[in-house]
């Protein structure tokens, strides 16, 4: 049986090479589904405080992500926008 840890750790591999490929916003996705996968492993361990820590991590993630999809981060990857900063 594949364990929560084994499924985090494969949706880490998949969102890792989402980012190498330039799709953030679909690597982002994934890193998500892993957050939850482990959230899932600490509840299951009775690991309050990761359970807590883990949970507080994905909703900021989750809102960087949604504020992302909305363009209102102000930020580029690109070098020629790093001079504006």
């Known amino acids: ?5 084994i499924l985090g750790g494969l949706l880490l591999n998949i969102g890792a090479y989402l ?3 330039g799709k953030i ?12 996968c482990w959230i899932i492993m600490a509840y299951e361990k009775n690991d309050f405080i990761g359970f807590v820590l883990i949970t507080i991590g994905t909703i ?5 992500y949604v504020k992302m999809k909305n363009g209102e981060m102000n930020k580029s990857l ?8």
Do not use: R, W
Not at 1 to 5: E, K, N, P, V, Y
Not at 78 to 85: G, P, T
């Open 1 to 5: 049986m594949i364990s929560f840890a």
């Open 60 to 64: 900021f993630a989750f809102l960087a």
């Open 19 to 21: 980012t190498y490929k």
């Open 25 to 36: 916003y679909q690597a982002v996705i994934v890193y998500l589904f892993a957050d939850v």
């Open 78 to 85: 690109n070098k020629e926008d790093i001079s504006d900063i």
